[in-house]
């Protein structure tokens, strides 16, 4: 692509097809064509741009049809992509850290095209359940995990295994630090072998939710935050009612974590989807289980 300041749009940009070697590569089916960027559109987190985008070509070209291959072409591209990178990390002239990130790259891409064509309940994703002590957020998650497949990871509990024995407060900042690690740590491995993870934390600052949004976009699969909100009577009552749990949290607690809590900037905020957990479990589980549902994570 050409660009020329000087001149008046339209003609300040050239697009030139380089593709000289083979006249048959001239040929495609244009959904195959556009697939190439939608595929982009996702592998860089952007689901919201590659759905405009597709939304306009089809209204425009006027082939719904085409529509039903779409998610087949961009499984194929992102193939492509993802053996061009794989050839790329086994390259021996190619200096070490760009072999290494070749090679996650190609993850990524062979994940994003697992992610197309696999069924929906079956997708490889990355969700996050935050929100304040006794929201309900552990109870859902518990619930979600079961109804939706996905492979649960409790901060509370990481911690405490993280801890052991060690006879310090382990609720520092420094220890927060750790214990996310360890949470992505773990939630990395499973997407590898192509799981869906659900990761139970607080998720209260913002630097926690991108740690996990960009290891989602890295690893080329659809991602979303869950945050659970309650009523602070609710709240109260349910941590008066708290038995035999990993979490140590308390009305103290919830206080102070509240008193410092970040909204999500607005970048997240194309992520997040609000659970109220005022009801019961069923209705909280019924509003989350439809958030998936709209994301194309569980049959529609």
């Not at 692509?1 to 697009?15: N, R, S, T």
């Not at 190609?106 to 929201?135: D, I």
Request: charged share 30%; with cysteine.
């Amino acid at each position: 692509i050409y660009y020329f300041p000087d001149k008046e749009p339209p003609a300040d940009l050239v697009i030139v097809d380089c593709i000289e070697f083979n006249e048959r590569f001239r040929f495609i089916d244009p959904v195959a064509d556009m697939a190439f960027a939608v595929m982009a559109f996702l592998f860089y987190g952007r689901r919201d741009l590659a759905c405009a985008f597709a939304d306009a070509y089809f209204r425009a070209a006027a082939d719904e049809e085409g529509r039903q291959l779409l998610p087949l072409y961009t499984a194929y591209r992102a193939m492509v992509r993802g053996e061009v990178e794989g050839m790329l990390a086994m390259e021996k002239e190619v200096p070490g850290p760009e072999r290494t990130l070749a090679e996650k790259r190609s993850r990524a891409y062979w994940l994003l095209a697992l992610s197309e064509l696999e069924a929906p309940e079956k997708k490889p994703c990355l969700v996050f359940m935050a929100g304040l002590p006794g929201t309900g957020k552990t109870r859902l998650a518990q619930l979600l995990a079961e109804r939706a497949d996905f492979c649960l990871i409790r901060s509370d509990v990481v911690r405490k295994e993280l801890a052991r024995c060690a006879n310090e407060d382990i609720y520092t900042p420094e220890w927060n630090t750790r214990t996310y690690a360890e949470c992505l740590r773990r939630a990395e491995q499973l997407l590898f072998e192509g799981q869906r993870v659900l990761v139970d934390a607080t998720f209260r600052e913002e630097k926690q939710r991108r740690l996990f949004r960009e290891a989602a976009i890295q690893w080329g699969v659809p991602t979303a935050m869950l945050l659970c909100r309650a009523e602070p009577e609710t709240v109260r009552r349910r941590l008066e009612q708290r038995r035999g749990d990993a979490s140590d949290a308390d009305w103290s607690i919830y206080l102070q974590l509240a008193a410092n809590w970040q909204e999500p900037d607005a970048f997240t905020r194309r992520y997040c989807h609000i659970i109220s957990t005022e009801g019961d479990l069923e209705e909280s589980l019924a509003r989350a289980l439809e958030v998936l549902r709209r994301l194309g994570l569980i049959q529609g």
